[in-house]
């Protein structure tokens, strides 16, 4: 038995996975469920040989489906996926509920799927030739929950690292908006930061994930700035099919974060559209952002505040950019954003 079973409430993220486990459908059988209920009903009726089960489910959570299984089918092995900033919450129910491997969500990779589960698939057989043998599961579970617990560790060093980083750049931003020199009232100064501690904390759970591609780039900024029921649009596309370098690949989607996370935050509702292209030897990011007439109206009370984030951005935006230019209008602002190999500012 091969049975692979996959539960997430998401109906997009279980199609996301039939994606990545499409080349291996001949050796996986897998069945998918977007109701934990029918999930253990089928382990129950048909039995698994390993269970992957989002943690953070409404109704019937992860650790709920894992207790279950453990009790109806405790050979079958458990895969738990959890988000990254959910780390430490999941690190108990890890510990407790004999799980085989932890994978941090998000991820784009199909190995980072695959070969969980082919670990898995092994780790059963395994278990099934040895039957009729005394194991000591003991060692071999204490083992995983080291490695597990290792990860979690080596996760949260980093995370309070970043937090350590956001805290320092949140009290010079406090400390420049002191200084005289920024015509703000106290209400609006504390608008400002904690807008800004806000993006920097996004921004460094952003960087830690490192190098990515470009589809790992467009799905998490999609995600943070796609919501079209309130109001919210954004789109993302390159010109060409040519392959970005990733050090401005980085500049460029960076950029975008930082006028995306701006825009979300100061206007609420817009269009934001980037293009990603290359002219005469350098790569270039068209936008276009469109403000409604009601959203301009609603932000009149907040113009000062909305002046000094965008002059802030405009400085950020210059670390990554070697230069811009800009056309506004009463409803829209057009930018061309230029990026050159090593070109990476000092100031």
Same mark, same amino acid.
């Given at each position: ?127 099934? @030739? ?35 980083? &956001? ?11 002191? &200084? ?23 921004f460094m759970r952003y960087y830690m994930f490192g190098a990515q591609n ?12 796609? &919501? ?40 609420g509702c817009y269009q934001l559209k980037a293009v990603i292209d290359k ?35 405009? @400085? ?23 990026? @050159? ?7």
């Amino acid at each position: 038995m091969n049975t692979v079973v996959i539960v997430e409430n998401s109906r997009k993220m279980i199609d996301n996975y039939i994606r990545m486990l499409e080349a291996c459908k001949e050796k996986i059988e897998c069945k998918y469920f977007r109701y934990p209920e029918k999930a253990v009903e089928y382990i129950r009726r048909e039995g698994a040989a390993v269970l992957v089960c989002e943690l953070d489910m409404p109704v019937m959570s992860g650790k709920e489906v894992f207790d279950m299984v453990e009790i109806i089918s405790p050979e079958t092995v458990k895969i738990a996926m959890a988000q990254v900033k959910d780390v430490r919450e999941t690190l108990e129910i890890v510990n407790h509920s004999r799980i085989f491997k932890l994978i941090l969500k998000p991820f784009f990779l199909s190995e980072d799927l695959v070969e969980p589960i082919k670990s898995a698939l092994n780790y059963y057989k395994l278990q099934e @030739k040895k039957k009729n043998h005394s194991m000591d599961m003991t060692v071999k579970w204490n083992s995983v929950d080291k490695d597990t617990k290792k990860l979690v560790d080596e996760v949260e060093k980093k995370k309070q690292t970043y937090h350590n980083i &956001c805290k320092t750049m949140t009290g010079i931003m406090k400390g420049n908006l002191q &200084c005289g020199s920024i015509e703000l009232s106290p209400g609006e100064k504390d608008k400002v930061v904690d807008l800004f501690e806000g993006m920097f904390q996004e921004f460094m759970r952003y960087y830690m994930f490192g190098a990515q591609n470009y589809i790992f780039h467009i799905n998490y900024l999609m995600n943070l700035f796609h &919501c079209p029921e309130e109001h919210r649009v954004f789109r993302l596309r390159k010109k060409n099919n040519q392959e970005i370098p990733n050090e401005i690949l980085e500049n460029i989607v960076y950029t975008i974060f930082i006028i995306g996370y701006a825009s979300r935050e100061i206007l609420g509702c817009y269009q934001l559209k980037a293009v990603i292209d290359k002219e005469n030897g350098e790569y270039v990011l068209g936008l276009l952002i469109k403000v409604s007439k009601k959203t301009q109206e609603e932000q009149r009370g907040e113009k000062r505040v909305e002046e000094t984030v965008m002059q802030m951005v405009q @400085k950020m935006i210059d670390v990554f950019a070697e230069r811009r230019l800009k056309e506004t209008s009463e409803d829209f602002v057009a930018e061309k954003i230029y990026y @050159k190999e090593g070109a990476l500012s000092d100031e």
